[in-house]
């Protein structure tokens, strides 16, 4: 699970221009969350990144879990199950993007 969860890899404020730079050919997006917003038990058939931009998030994928915070990336294989938990008072904004990791994308 080491690359899966890298600590930061952003420099903060993150710059959602940088995260999109850095995955070409990934669709890109940006969830605001509520305070205790719980993406639970998802599974997709591309690989998927998140990038912490605010807040704290328990992420845990394929059984492994861990607390990240801005600036940390969280790359998540093809139809591993996977659950978003944020943790932060004032919620949490993340970038994610699908497609296939590979060459930079490891």
């Known amino acids: 699970m080491s690359r899966v969860f890298q600590k930061g890899v952003y420099k903060t404020p993150v710059q959602p221009e940088a995260v ?50 801005p600036g940390d990336l969280v790359r998540i294989p093809a139809h591993a199950n996977h659950t978003l938990r944020t943790l932060s008072g004032n919620g949490s904004v993340w970038h994610y993007g699908y497609g296939f990791f590979g060459g930079a994308h490891g």
């Open 20 to 69: 999109r730079t850095d995955f070409p050919g990934f669709s890109f997006g940006t969830f605001t969350d509520p305070p205790g917003q719980i993406w639970e038990n998802f599974s997709h058939e591309t690989d998927e990144f998140v990038v912490v931009a605010e807040g704290q998030m328990e992420i845990e994928v394929a059984g492994a879990s861990t607390l990240c915070g």
